[in-house]
């Protein structure tokens, strides 16, 4: 986009004309200042000047500075649950979190896997429900991640990391094909170091594991 154009829409009344500045990476020590939130939010995805945005009066945005792992140690004592929230799934200051007055916050610690024994007895029954699952949960057998929820012999998990359909059976026998699945537990495995994916076909429908899936 030509920088005539950009500077126009750098001095836009409108805001969506500068998220467009912020998504050309245009003028964002600029941008980081704007008045508007949602620009603001923009910059800060793209992880500029994160010791500035930190100290964001909207929420959303000192979110999204946590989520890049920015200023932890700071948003930490923040006053909004969304934040420390953020925080906790960057596995930070667990110890501290999982007496957060918030069970969204204390759901988020569980869901790190940290405290479980001490968040299933935790007044809140979503607290509760959560840590229960989380201790529940099992590694996928292809790509080794914490992605399995459902073992159920009728209902059983489809792995989002690599699209594996978790069978008990093929745990014990890996050289063969088996149930849902087309190829077998071992191919399946060589298929995740190649593709990212237990099938060449699923390697665009799949997603990268989560931290408390690691």
């Known amino acids: 986009m030509k920088q005539e154009v950009l500077e126009n829409l750098l001095h836009s009344d409108k805001y969506i004309h500068r998220k467009i500045c912020v998504r050309e990476g245009y003028k964002l020590d600029v941008l980081v200042h704007d008045e508007d939130a949602d620009v603001r939010l923009d ?21 999204e500075v946590a989520k890049h792992g920015y200023g932890l140690d700071i948003l930490i004592n923040d006053e909004h649950e969304f934040v420390r929230g953020a925080v906790a799934e960057q596995g930070y200051g667990l110890d501290v979190l999982i007496h957060d007055k918030t069970a969204w916050v204390r759901c988020a610690v569980a869901e790190q896997g940290y405290g479980l024994n001490f968040l299933i007895h935790d007044n809140s029954y979503i607290v509760r429900e959560t840590a229960e699952a989380t201790m529940k949960r099992k590694r996928c057998p292809c790509c080794g991640y914490l992605t399995i929820n459902n073992v159920d012999e009728v209902i059983v998990d489809i792995c989002e990391v690599c699209y594996w359909q978790y069978d008990k059976v093929s745990e014990e026998k890996p ?17 995740y170091k190649l593709f990212g994916a237990s099938e060449e076909c699923f390697k665009n429908i799949v997603r990268l594991p989560y931290k408390d899936e690691m």
């Open 43 to 63: 910059v800060a995805k793209r992880g500029y000047r994160l010791d500035v945005l930190v100290h964001d009066k909207d929420h959303r945005v000192r979110t």
């Open 175 to 191: 050289d063969e094909i088996i149930g849902s699945n087309r190829v077998s537990l071992n191919t399946a495995r060589k298929n």
